[in-house]
């Protein structure tokens, strides 16, 4: 088992840092990978949150699908690993 792959949590580790972005509770959104389709509830995705920000990969392919970075004065998203999002209302 790779280091990566022991660091892994799951993605309510990652609830805060996005649901902030978004401003809704995202572990229920269900995201599609933009590299494989695979889809996934956020609340099972691989998160790994050692630094620097919170990343979100892909269970079927590994790509990276969203990133949140804080920094003193700003919040970084880069969300271009995922083709989509559906939030719950
Ligand atoms: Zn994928």
Known sequence: MSDR??????G????????AVF???VTTAVV????C???DVFARLAVY???????VRCHGCDTVLARVVET???TWV???????????S
């Open 5 to 10: 792959e022991t660091d892994a949590l799951d």
């Open 12 to 19: 309510n580790a990652a609830a805060g840092a996005f649901g």
């Open 23 to 25: 401003a809704a509770d």
């Open 32 to 35: 599609v990978c933009a590299g």
């Open 37 to 39: 389709g695979h889809r």
């Open 49 to 55: 949150a050692r630094g620097p920000g919170v990343v």
């Open 72 to 74: 003193p004065d700003s």
């Open 78 to 88: 880069e969300l271009t690993g995922s083709a989509s999002w559906r939030l719950p």
